[in-house]
């Protein structure tokens, strides 16, 4: 079992920069591949980001991509998504998740979820 933590969160003017933080607990983070999904208002949760359990390889939604990065810190136990030059069509909750390390990242189901944070971008 693993427990996800997201931070960060919160309000930002449109061109501007945050970084949200997953802090997680319980068995050792490099076990698990963990991405960043994101859910707006009247929408489907779409994954924007992922990263494999050994923090090669990483995926990035082609709407984020060049402006969103995720990382991770397996000694830290935790994982960020950077995100620069917001968008007001980003806003969204931001949800960290985590799943047992796989050959397919992408389109296994996630097994862990973290509450979730709010990321409201201002026009």
């Known amino acids: 079992q693993v427990q996800l933590a997201e931070s960060g969160g919160g309000l930002v003017q449109a061109g501007g920069s945050l970084t949200l933080s997953c802090a997680a607990s319980?068995?050792?983070?490099?076990?698990?591949?963990m991405g960043w999904l994101r859910q707006a208002p009247g929408k489907e949760r779409e994954i924007v980001a992922a990263?494999?359990?050994?923090?090669?390889?990483?995926y990035h939604t082609d709407s984020v991509k060049g402006r969103f990065t995720i990382s991770r810190d397996n000694a830290k136990k935790t994982v960020y998504l950077q995100m620069s030059s917001l968008k007001p069509e980003d806003t969204a909750v931001y949800y960290c998740?985590?799943?047992?390390?796989?050959?397919?990242?992408?389109?296994?189901?996630?097994?862990?979820w973290g509450q979730g944070t709010q990321v409201t971008v201002s026009s």
């Open positions: 998740a985590a799943k047992l390390k796989s050959l397919q990242i992408l389109t296994t189901p996630w097994e862990y």
């Open positions: 990263i494999r359990w050994s923090g090669d390889g990483t």
């Open positions: 319980g068995r050792t983070l490099s076990r698990y591949d």
